[in-house]
């Protein structure tokens, strides 16, 4: 999906915690306009055990390689 276009599949479950609007305040990492690279990388540990998380090892697990590109690059292309 073109980062500005329609949402790509699996969006729906970032934004029941990482928050999408500026007014909204919130500890969890507001994902719009992150760094595409850094992105992939953060999933990709999340789903091999890498990096420690609470529930994000879970719901990476769910991503296939083309999901967390996909995902990737349209939160990188936010604003």
Avoid at 7 to 21: F, I, M, T
Avoid at 55 to 70: H, L, N, P, S
């Amino acid at each position: 999906a073109p980062a500005s276009g329609e949402p790509p599949a699996g969006a729906a479950a970032c934004s029941g915690c990482h928050p999408v609007s500026q007014r909204v305040l919130s500890p969890v990492l507001r994902l719009t306009g992150v760094d595409q690279a850094a992105m992939v990388r953060a999933l990709r540990e999340f789903r091999s055990g890498q990096r420690p998380a609470t529930v994000m090892d879970r719901i990476a697990k769910g991503f296939t390689d083309d999901e967390i590109q996909a995902l990737a690059a349209w939160f990188a292309g936010q604003k």
